[in-house]
């Protein structure tokens, strides 16, 4: 069993920051995927970035240039830059086993989930 708890949300104008942290606990894998994922009321759950255990890192076209991820031990980070209020959404942080592959993987790859944080950006 694998424990992911986000930190971080909040409210802020656009052109602000946000930095997501997502803390990892639990069983460990050897080869692994995390991610970050929005989703807005109605909407399926859209992938932003991931990051594999062996470093590489991927991002969705929509914050490319805008959003870092990066990974310290057990706790994942997405530094939101240059906010925009498209950006609006909860955020979730997801772990799956295997690499992430050369873009952010469908929802359906990942079978651990925060519980989510809210992001607001105002215009």
């Known amino acids: 069993q694998v424990y992911l708890d986000e930190s971080g949300g909040g409210s802020v104008q656009a052109g602000g920051s946000l930095r997501l942290s997502c803390r990892r606990s639990?069983?460990?894998?050897?080869?692994?995927?995390m991610a970050w994922f929005r989703q807005t009321p109605g909407k399926e759950r859209e992938g932003v970035a991931s990051w594999d255990s062996d470093g590489f890192a991927n991002y969705a076209e929509s914050i490319q240039g805008r959003f870092t991820i990066t990974r310290f031990g057990d706790m994942l980070y997405l530094q939101m830059n240059n906010l925009k209020p498209e950006d609006t959404a909860t955020y979730y942080c997801?772990?799956?086993?295997?690499?992430?592959?050369?873009?952010?993987?469908?929802?359906?790859?990942?079978?651990?989930w925060g519980q989510g944080i809210q992001v607001r950006v105002s215009a």
């Open positions: 997801g772990l799956g086993g295997g690499n992430c592959g050369p873009r952010v993987p469908e929802r359906v790859h990942f079978g651990y």
């Open positions: 639990g069983d460990t894998y050897i080869n692994y995927c």
